[in-house]
């Protein structure tokens, strides 16, 4: 085989080769046009974004929304630090080659009072939520409560077709 018949076939091969590419990518761009996953919904980046526009809260609603939840979420962030530091006291005390159970029971207690201290705050950030509204929209917030939870959590990871 001579030289130009050798590169008679490289380029019929490279011609080939691009040709399937190209129908590759088509394949997959008609796949993704023609089967749109579902819809997204519009992400909001606080709960105060959604509240405002399911409830239709007044203006002066959506500031003593954001006081309140500031409010108990700087009384939050000290609770989860005295829950992280008390975890961690008590997981270097479980490690160590000698355990005190006293005070590992002692921790154990501080952290469930204070996940309990937790709990109750939200509660009171509750009432004072509830206070704010109208009875027409509590109706409504008391449905969104569940959707505004699945809203924050981490959506599952999709499955490949």
């Known amino acids: 085989m001579d030289i130009f018949t050798k590169n008679r076939i490289l380029i019929r091969i490279v011609i080939v080769l691009i040709i399937l590419n190209c129908g ?32 239709q809260l007044s203006n002066g609603q959506v500031k003593e929304f954001e006081r309140i939840r500031e409010e108990f979420f700087s009384k939050e962030k000290v609770l989860e630090g005295k829950i992280r530091d008390a975890l961690d006291s008590m997981n270097v005390e479980m490690f160590n080659k000698e355990i005190n159970d006293e005070l590992v029971i002692k921790l154990a207690h501080g952290i ?50």
Request: charged share 35%; aromatic share 6%.
């Open 112 to 161: 469930s009072e204070n996940e309990f201290n937790m709990e109750m705050l939200r509660l009171e950030q509750a009432k004072q939520l509830k206070k704010i509204c109208s009875p027409k929209q509590m109706e409504k917030f008391e449905s969104l409560v569940l959707e505004i939870r699945d809203y924050f959590q981490p959506e599952p990871p999709q499955k490949k077709k």
């Open 24 to 55: 590759l990518l088509g394949i997959l761009i008609w796949r993704e046009i023609a089967q749109p996953g579902p819809k997204e919904k519009p992400r909001h980046n606080d709960v105060t974004e959604i509240l405002r526009s399911e409830l």
